[in-house]
């Protein structure tokens, strides 16, 4: 089976850093690509971060240019997502996901994993 978990979410002040892991199990994680969104309250959830495990492309929301950086280690099957520079807009929960495209579409993605809060406070 798929399996993949979210982990690192907390609280941090604005102008933080937080760093996000997602570990993947169950699948040839060199063929896939892993994607971060994230959901706040009452919002959909929204794309963030993608890389592609296969060739290294790795894409960002605008939202996050330059401020998130998004990173693998094939090795352990794990996506980290370094987040700086936190603004009280990040609050969310992050959700990793896996798939064999960089969307931007949540429903596109095959599997999911449970998400960790980020709380980003003022």
């Known amino acids: 089976d798929v399996q993949l978990q979210a982990s690192g979410g907390g609280l941090v002040q604005a102008g933080g850093s937080l760093r996000l892991s997602c570990q993947a199990s169950?699948?040839?994680?060199?063929?896939?690509?892993i994607g971060w969104f994230r959901q706040a309250p009452g919002k959909e959830r929204d794309w963030v971060s993608c890389?592609?495990?296969?060739?290294?492309?790795?894409e960002y929301a605008d939202s996050v240019k330059g401020r998130f950086t998004i990173s693998g280690d094939n090795a352990k099957n794990m996506v980290f997502l370094q987040m700086n520079r936190l603004k009280t807009e990040d609050t969310a929960v992050y959700y990793c996901?896996?798939?064999?495209?960089?969307?931007?579409?949540?429903?596109?993605?095959?599997?999911w994993g449970h998400g960790t809060q980020v709380t980003v406070s003022s």
């Open positions: 996901a896996g798939g064999y495209g960089c969307y931007h579409g949540p429903r596109v993605w095959p599997d």
């Open positions: 890389i592609n495990n296969r060739d290294g492309t790795i």
């Open positions: 169950g699948f040839t994680f060199d063929d896939y690509v």
